[in-house]
């Protein structure tokens, strides 16, 4: 009846326009990054950081913590990982909403183009964040929210177009084999 048109100039109104994404850019300078070797998820003495020291890196620049181990510090003592290099200009763009598979896939082959280009930057990287208290998890399971929620994954691509795929849930979540 009556209500259906109703219902949707209110959900037209007030819900679609919350799902629209809202995209932030920033450039971070002078950046200190891990030196990073496609072949070596492991990382090597002196020529490599491992794929475990680069998710916890990217945690701490994403969170805006600082790099610089200072003992003064009340928040954290944290360092880039070695070796490292100091980049002079890093791009950030962040994307919060609800954003579909299709549209992950479409940034993944638009961050490759990147590398079509004459740029210098040797990898980069796109992360997807889960919503914390997502009711599912991969594979269809229930997501166990637990103690932190934790559920995402991210890619880290190379300039010859190798890749890591990296992912973390809880402990009480299934994952893809």
Known sequence: GAEGPTLMSYFSKNQIQALKPKITFSTLRDLQCPVLQSKDLQGKPEESCSTEELLEWLGAVL???SLDNKSSS???TYCCPEPNTVVEK???CTITGFIIPEKI???L???CCYFAEPK????????????ADSPVSWRGSEHGFHKGGENLYNFVIFRNLDYWLQMA?????DCPP
């Not at 210098?120 to 919503?131: D, E, I, R, S």
């Not at 849930?169 to 979540?173: K, L, N, P, Q």
Request: aromatic share 12%; glycine share 6%; net charge negative.
């Open 63 to 65: 969170n805006q913590v």
């Open 74 to 76: 009340f928040i954290s």
């Open 90 to 92: 890093a791009f950030l």
């Open 105 to 107: 896939i479409q940034l």
């Open 109 to 111: 082959e638009q961050l």
């Open 120 to 131: 210098l930057a040797p990898w980069l990287t796109l992360t997807v964040h889960g919503f």
């Open 169 to 173: 849930v809880g402990a009480h979540d």
